[in-house]
């Protein structure tokens, strides 16, 4: 064996020496503003992302230009600047906001349901075996049932519209918050339980202690999902309302067939999705900070 | 210098004559019915006091089951682990343990760790606080106090490993392969500086590890373990002085002592060879 002989390394402080160096940053990393934002964006990407979306307007453009009819008819299809001038023409109206506002509200409402909710479930779900057999087979059938497929039972079992709407839309933000939220307790590393029992932690502590922080990440991450689902959720939900929401918007200039209403609908709707899941995204960041740190 | 008396409790008088462990024939199994594993057999040790034992054995012989019986993680299937006389029934801040993964809470910062423990066991926030800040003295990492574990090297984090299972002033320390992911340079200035820490502390040590060179620098006592299932085959005392230093490793002493036990495990390996091959 080679390791006989040990180096002769001479006698040092031990308990003060420092051998391996930490890994920088040698400063921590100076918290985030909106100014460190900005400069830290990626104005590559930004770009690329711009001329992304610019080819894709012109494709629909010379599409819509040409009415191009192969196998796929772009003959009534609008063309981009007949939504952008139906986009511009409604947002001189109020109607048009109070759709998106009373849409905004819905989604809102239901997602901040869902969130207490869901993350209360798949907590414990997460902690508690009996919880987890006796709940997984309701979330099993319910979850794959498609919101459009819950219309006629929402209003038949809620008192008001308002209410069956929120339903709807809170049924589809509630299942990816509940299942990312057992997935990210059961993810947490038992290494990390031991060692906070070991230090005289009780079962409550090991919970809010190791056991949420743990699970943070995914909670995060199941929180933007909800929202997306919610989105399309609503739209479901919003064919019932007789009046606003921006989905009654896209239904109403579907049954006018109005084709420059549906687009701007479709649009609207999709940029507020995106819009929201960003929001969400931001709001869950400061939890993570740890994670950000030590990348 | 730090000060020796600095690092006692003022309520728990952890020094002399505490952290005395019984393993008293134990049995592990795990699994049940037909698919009973045994991972330890029957074993009778007894560590006195302040002794820095070494449990040595081949990877899979059952070290870590030992050890994490003693931690209070595993239920001994017969026999049972006693602590000063009190038997082990679960965790708890009396045997602090540092494990060979990195174990810190990733979403504290060290300071937080290290703090995290005198927290639990009802010190006030500045109390938590000093009792951290002292420990990170000990480990000489007090001005890494608001990093966050992932951006300390290896090595350091194991330091604030030890900080903070030293924090709760346990009467044992358990550690199983604590140094195992480090390399090789890192590895013997983390041993000398454990020394240090232990001879300041006075503390219990069980110290898990396969590499001979290191159960034999370190230890008063190395329990060296037979092949899967594991069992105390043999109990090597250490009688090279202290403080030591990693220039011993040449002494005739250190050399005998050595190959004694090298001699143990590879006998212990063929067999373990010939038995995976039969
Ligand atoms: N929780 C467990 N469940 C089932 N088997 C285990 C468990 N922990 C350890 N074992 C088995 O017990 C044996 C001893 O493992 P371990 O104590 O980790 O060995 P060592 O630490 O000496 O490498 C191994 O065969 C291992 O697979
Ligand atoms: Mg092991």
Same mark, same amino acid.
Request: include cysteine; charged fraction near 20%; proline fraction near 11%.
């Given at each position: 064996m080679s390791t006989a002989v040990k180096p002769a390394a001479p006698a040092p402080k031990a308990a003060k020496a420092a051998p391996e160096a930490p890994r920088p940053p040698m400063t921590p990393p100076p918290r985030p503003t909106l100014a460190s934002h900005l400069r830290a964006l990626d104005w590559g990407h930004l770009g690329i992302v711009a001329a992304s979306l610019g080819i894709g307007v012109l494709l629909w453009h010379i599409v819509t230009a040409i009415n191009l009819n192969f196998f796929?008819?772009?003959?009534?299809v609008p063309s981009p600047a007949k939504v952008f001038m139906a986009f511009i023409g409604h947002i001189q109206t109020s109607i048009f906001w109070t759709h998106i506002g009373v849409s905004m509200r819905r989604i809102l409402i239901s997602f901040s349901i869902a969130t207490a909710l869901g993350i209360g479930i798949g907590l414990m779900m997460g902690r508690s075996k009996i919880a987890r057999a006796f709940i997984m087979p309701y979330i099993e059938v319910v979850r794959?049932?498609?919101?459009?497929?819950w219309i006629p039972l929402a209003i038949l079992m809620w008192p008001t519209e308002e209410s069956s709407i929120i339903y709807i839309t809170f049924l589809g933000a509630l299942f990816p918050i509940v299942l990312n939220t057992l997935h990210g307790v059961q993810q947490t590393p038992e290494v990390l339980v031991r060692a906070a029992q070991s230090l005289g932690a009780s079962r409550t502590a090991v919970f809010t202690q190791v056991v949420i922080p743990a699970a943070l990440p995914s909670i995060a991450a199941g929180l933007a999902i909800g929202m997306g689902v919610s989105w399309f959720s609503l739209l479901a939900g919003e064919?019932? *309302?007789?009046?606003?929401?921006i989905g009654y918007f896209t239904w109403d200039a579907y049954s006018l067939i109005n084709y420059q209403d549906i687009v701007v609908g479709m649009l609207v709707i999709g940029f507020l999705g995106t819009g929201s899941t960003a929001a969400v995204r931001l709001m869950t960041r400061p939890m993570l900070a740890w994670q950000k740190r030590t990348r | 210098m730090l000060d020796v008396l600095k690092f006692k409790s003022p309520t728990k008088?952890?020094?002399?004559?505490?952290g005395r462990i019984d393993v008293n024939d134990v049995v592990i199994r795990f699994g049940k019915g037909a698919d009973t594993h045994l991972a330890v057999d029957k074993t009778e040790v007894t560590i006195e006091a302040g002794e820095f034992v070494c449990i040595l054995?081949? *990877?899979?012989?059952?070290k870590s089951t030992l050890l994490n019986a003693i931690a209070g993680y595993v239920k001994p299937s017969e026999g049972a682990v006693t602590v000063d006389g009190d038997t082990v029934q679960k965790p708890g801040p009396d045997r602090g343990m540092v494990f060979q993964?990195?174990? /810190? /809470?990733?979403?504290?910062t060290v300071y937080e760790n290290v703090a995290f423990g005198p927290k639990m066991a009802g010190h006030s926030r500045t109390e938590s606080g000093s009792i951290a800040n002292t420990f990170l003295e000990l480990v000489g990492l007090?001005?890494?106090?608001?990093?966050?574990?992932?951006? /300390? *090297?290896g090595g350091m984090q194991q330091r604030v490993g030890i900080a903070r299972a030293l924090a709760n002033y346990p009467s044992v320390l358990l550690m199983d392969e604590?140094?195992?992911? /480090?390399d090789a340079q890192t590895r013997l200035m983390m041993q000398e500086s454990l020394l240090e820490i232990w001879r300041k502390f006075g503390t219990t040590v069980v110290f898990v590890t396969h590499d001979v060179d290191e159960a034999v620098f370190l230890a008063d006592r190395v329990l060296i373990m037979s092949a899967?299932?594991?069992?105390?085959?043999e109990d090597v005392r250490i009688d090279l002085p202290?403080?030591? *230093?990693?220039?011993?490793?040449?002494?005739p002493e250190y050399v005998k002592a050595r190959q004694f036990c090298l001699d143990i495990i590879k006998a212990e390996s063929r067999k373990a060879f010939e038995n995976q091959n039969t």
């Open positions: 796929i008819n772009f003959e009534n794959p049932i498609p919101a459009v497929a064919i019932i *309302s007789g009046q606003y929401g | 008088d952890t020094g002399k004559g505490k054995g081949p *990877s899979g012989c059952g993964q990195y174990s /810190l /809470l990733p979403w504290k007090k001005k890494f106090g608001d990093r966050y574990p992932a951006e /300390l *090297s604590p140094f195992g992911a /480090l899967a299932p594991g069992r105390i085959i202290r403080p030591r *230093s990693t220039d011993m490793a040449s002494t």
